[in-house]
């Protein structure tokens, strides 16, 4: 967009528009930008509005998490064009954070004290959100695909597994369900949340059990962050609970990252050996030798994380 376009979109209120640039962030759709005008810098969305009651349960969300202080708060909204505007957080970003042994443990802190605040509010006017089914879902129609990979049939008994251990537990709480590290902002002192799309009721470890698995830890330190984020030790059936859940997103993204390039015959290898790890992938993506933004990419970051819930981790 240009400044104009913002200019037009916007309230008289926030001043004169000085700078606009395109932030490349997730695979939602969404259209974002960070706008810098005379009252400060904010970060405009605009998503497409092809379900309206969808996103007024976004909406519900994104207000309320706002108001609590765990998304950026939210200073002007256009429901008709699905337009939102929240002040930019500046900071380094939560990877880097991760990466720098200053800032790791406070950001990991500030992270289970986050996760925590969130699942304690009201979960009025959200729905259920089933991470389980989502994954089962997203199987059934890649495994119909050409070149969905036969080595990847182990991993459907997790979901029957995690299915099972969940069945007499049935504590939902309000929840992010897309926890990834892009998700996640660090402004020097503390997270916080962004992207919202997929919030929605669901069992309180699972966004711990999602963002551990992209952060690359073992069980047990995931287990060491759950067991933060709760403030209580786990007891067995919940250690186990947990670690189910994280082969739940290792599938559920498995699936949804090969569910975006169009052709897996040719990219995807016939055998799991030939797969790479999850951390030589992680290194492919940060000497650029693959990109996320590229269907290769897509699809081979799909199979390392379905290797990864076949052979575990």
Known sequence: ??????????????????????????????????????????????????????????????????????????????????????????????????????????????????????????????????????????????????????????????????ERLLADDARRVPSHNDLNPANVLWDGERVWLVDWEQSGLTHPYYDMAALSTFLMVDDGVGLQLLTAQEGAPLSAPQAEAFVALRRVAMVFYGTIFLSLAADLESIVPGAIDDVPSMAELYAMLGTGALSLRTP??????????????????
């Open 1 to 162: 967009m240009t400044v104009d376009e913002v200019t037009r979109l916007l309230p008289a209120r926030f001043g004169t528009v000085r700078s606009v640039e395109a932030i490349q962030v997730g695979l939602s759709g969404a259209g974002v930008h960070g706008v810098s005008t005379d009252t400060g810098d904010y970060v405009l969305r605009i998503v497409p509005v092809v379900d309206h009651d969808v996103w007024a349960r976004e909406l519900v969300v994104r207000r309320l998490t706002s108001d609590a202080g765990i998304a950026p708060p939210l200073e002007w909204v256009d429901e008709a064009r699905g337009v939102t505007l929240t002040q930019r957080i500046g900071g380094q970003g939560f990877t880097a954070a991760l990466a720098a042994p200053a800032d790791r443990m406070r950001a990991l802190g500030s992270l289970a004290r986050t996760l925590g605040k969130l699942h304690s509010l009201p979960g009025v006017g959200l729905v259920p959100a089933d991470p389980i089914a989502f994954a089962r879902e997203t199987w059934r129609v890649q495994r119909e695909r050409p070149g969905f990979p036969t080595w990847a049939a182990p991993a459907w008994a997790h979901l029957d597994h995690a």
């Open 296 to 313: 290769e990419g897509q699809a081979v970051f799909g199979a390392a994380m379905l290797k990864r819930a076949v052979v575990g981790g």
